[in-house]
């Protein structure tokens, strides 16, 4: 990656080019497939990390919190020096943020392998293996996914269309859920030797997400008009300061992705321990199917009536509404209880795919301030605090199961050990979805006001381009013979 003289930003084929209102459907679904690539990484370990530690590796959930927790802080600073570097690099065919996608994919997949392959070389040394393989996974997960996140921002400001996009994105993500919920979860029963399967698993996974990453990286394009490639440390700090909208919007990701993170660690256990009906787990994967695919139908079109943030906060609500039902549902009304679980999942799918357009309206505000545009450290530092969300949620579920008395291997639990695990999969969401929407209601970034700043910033644009191109054909007339600028002028040329 070679960094792009300023003044030649505005004229590369990589990010220079005026977002048009409505994105191509290849775009469109290129994008959502870098989710699902992102997720065949990602979602594995949320989903099954902790189950692999205290089941297979044979590590206590107390210390497998505590690695969940310190790795996953790590990977939160991680999400911030990646968006640094985002931001300070540019290239001239694939843009700011393609290049990361293109040759990081391959590090982190393999990576994703190596996390759920631990050796047997003692206790001691599979922890080891544990925190290393999963730190340097969140690393290289960070390079990808934060370039990632980062290039739904410099496809489009058009609201709608941001809306595809975060429903893409979450339809990819929610496909290899899905998979992963109906066809691996029910392999989870106590006792199963199962670490072929995930080694199998993940070395599949790493051939499938390579393809799925390519795919995004050459139907993607950037076309948000950038009038500096190269941010520098303090105007990455400028843009990020006063940006109230995202200061909130971080704050109730955090609470909403601790809550989350919890509901999805300690799922799996809920289903075969709590309620002993392990073939569940897919019947919800197969309704969140449907759900993702409605609500992203819809979506467009609710955020046209009603707005982001009205919508976030209904998401919150039916995800608080959920947990209620699963912590108190009687493990013999199994209907009662997995509809609790359907709720927190229709909320949960609905905030996920409004956060991420959310995150790519608090950009625009951080230019209507400055006058740079920071996607790079804008995600960074949203992600930061999702990751962080997601560090509490892990370590808070697997701490609810050493508060229990949780037996590793999957065997009988003692009611107490039940306590916990219900406390995780229901209170938790709970308690940090209400926290979450608290927050959301002080949001003051509205559609509307994201409108009329997306006018204006195109409205500055216009008058500052108006003034280069006078500036320029003054300088051509008081220019030298030789076609060189004249003295106090500069070349545009790269």
Partial sequence: MTKEPLAATAATAGGAHEAPAKLPKLSIFGYGAGDAANNLAFTTATMFLLVYYTDVAGISAAAAGTLLLVVRIFDAFSDVLAGRVVDKTYHKKLGKFRPFIMFGSVPLLLLSVATFSIPQIGQSGMLLWAYVSYALLGLAYSFVNIPYGSLAGAMTQVSSERAKLASARTIGAVAVGSFLGIFIAPLMKGGADLQMLFTTLTIVFAVVGTGLYMFTVFTTRERVVREVANVSVKQSLATLKGNKPLLLLCISSFLFLTGQLALSTIQIYYFR????????????????????????????RLVASFGKKKLYIVGSSLMAAGGLVVFFAPANLVPVAFTGVMICQLGLAMANMLVWALEADTVEYGEWKTGIRTEGITYALFSFTRKTGQAVGGALAAYALAWGGYASGGGEQTEHALLGIRAGSGLLPMAFAILALLVMIAYPLTDAKHKEIVTAITARRAERLAAARIAAAEGTDNGTADGSPAAGTTSTKP
């Fill in 273 to 300: 321990d709590v309620l002993h009906s392990l073939p569940l787990y897919a019947v919800m994967s197969i309704i969140n199917i449907f759900l993702t695919f409605g609500i992203a139908a819809i979506l467009p």
